[in-house]
């Protein structure tokens, strides 16, 4: 079975996005006291970086999930970090479950098991 990089460099891309989405709450509940104190609108371009970041990994997770279908490899861990990247990119109150979910999934992408069938796909 080969080992594939996409999926390597698909949970490195899930440890970052855990990173990021955590220190998110910080940041953006930060933000929203600093413009209620101060009078500003930093909130939304903060809150906007993190979701790119999400719509960044769903793109990525999809890549890997093709991949890994082809090559005959678990799809476990593209899922789990894709539902986990689609979580966020919805709503940032999702963060907390898009973490988990994250942490599942990079373990198995980091694994990378065969499928219980297989048998790749070769075109």
């Not at 440890?15 to 939304?44: P, R």
Request: hydrophobic share 55%; proline share 2%.
């Amino acid at each position: 079975m080969k080992r594939l990089k996409l999926n390597t460099w698909g949970a490195i891309y899930a440890i970052f996005e855990c990173v990021m989405f955590t220190i998110s709450w910080f940041i953006i509940f930060g933000d929203a006291i600093g413009d209620a104190l101060n009078k500003t609108s930093h909130t939304s371009s903060d809150g906007a970086f993190f979701y790119v970041v999400a719509w960044i990994g769903v793109v990525l997770y999809i890549a890997t999930l093709v991949q890994s279908k082809r090559y005959g490899i678990s799809l476990v861990g593209s899922v789990l970090s894709l539902i986990g990247s689609v979580l966020f990119g919805f709503t940032a109150a999702m963060a907390f479950p898009a973490i988990v979910l994250l942490i599942i999934g990079c373990v198995f992408l980091f694994l990378q098991h065969p499928s219980k069938n297989n048998q790749p796909i070769t075109k």
